[in-house]
């Protein structure tokens, strides 16, 4: 199978994008909007999307690194500029430190990214087979609610919650609409299963020493956008980052949490313009 991608149009250089976990590309519609008018954006579809594609395959985030290598293989690109969120974000890392000719600069959108001490105790935890009781978001992804009737109720009862609270109406509208599916039988289901979601979360992080090591040796432009109330790209993280990598840019944003390219996609493509301008 030919790995499925979606091309959000423009003229410019090629620029491809990385989703999060449970993020669609279609939910990063205002963002990559506004990339494209200096670039042609192109969005890799990850494997949780894939047509029969099992949870099961995967024991850690480098078959991610993979599927994206082979992507880049099959559209015969070469020389890039690439964007990626959260766990795209790491799939993107991992490929420029393991095929680092292939790149020119890079933007990581608040990324996966834990010190080290985290790691080892993440690590702890799956050892004991803890994983599932520790991870914040496991749960939540096993009770959210999958089928809806219409995208009109589940845009409203979204709008009053306080995760999406720095989104504005335009940015949720194309969040809801970037995450559910239209089913056969009528209504609509979110895109994303459980069983991958819960997956993705299980098996990230434990491999990531592998990061940290190969950090010094970063040769592409690389910058980083943070959200100031993330709990995932730690303040001290990023000190960490620029103690192993002193070329690394990284940038706070404001009013922002993790989703900040869904909160502040104009914002976001500035930095990430303004960086590829200078550094690409």
């Not at 109406?169 to 895109?191: H, K, M, N, P, T």
């Not at 993330?230 to 944003?253: H, M, N």
């Not at 976001?268 to 550094?279: A, D, K, Q």
Request: with cysteine; hydrophobic share 40%.
């Amino acid at each position: 199978m030919k790995i499925p991608s979606l091309n959000f149009g423009g003229t410019g250089e090629e620029l491809v994008f990385l989703h999060a976990n449970g993020y669609p590309p279609d939910c990063y519609r205002p963002l990559l909007s506004q990339l494209s008018l200096s670039y042609h954006v192109t969005a890799m579809v990850q494997r949780p999307l894939w047509p029969g594609s099992r949870p099961d395959d995967i024991d850690d985030w480098r078959p991610l690194t993979d599927d994206f290598l082979r992507f880049l293989d099959e559209h015969q690109t070469a020389s890039l500029i690439c964007v990626g969120h959260s766990m795209g974000g790491i799939v993107l890392l991992r490929a420029v430190l393991r095929e680092p000719e292939r790149f020119k600069a890079i933007a990581l959108l608040d990324p996966v990214l834990f010190p080290p001490y985290f790691i080892a105790f993440w690590n702890l935890m799956r050892s004991l087979k803890l994983g599932r009781r520790f991870h914040p978001l496991v749960a939540g992804a096993r009770q959210r609610r999958r089928q809806f009737d219409d995208l009109e109720r589940l845009y409203t009862g979204y709008r009053r919650k306080s995760v999406f609270r720095y989104m504005d109406d335009e940015s949720l509208s194309a969040y809801v609409e970037g995450i559910a599916c239209q089913r056969d039988s009528g209504g609509y289901q979110l895109c994303y299963s459980a069983d991958w979601e819960i997956r993705i979360y299980l098996t990230g992080i434990w491999r990531d020493m592998d990061i940290w090591r190969g950090l010094p040796k970063l040769k592409a432009p690389a910058l980083i956008v943070r959200g100031a109330e993330t709990d995932t790209f730690w303040a001290r993280t990023g000190q960490r980052v620029k103690r192993k990598q002193s070329r690394v840019q990284v940038e706070t944003l404001e009013k922002s949490t993790h989703l900040l390219p869904l909160e502040r996609p104009v914002e976001v493509s500035t930095l990430i313009r303004s960086f590829f301008e200078e550094n690409a």
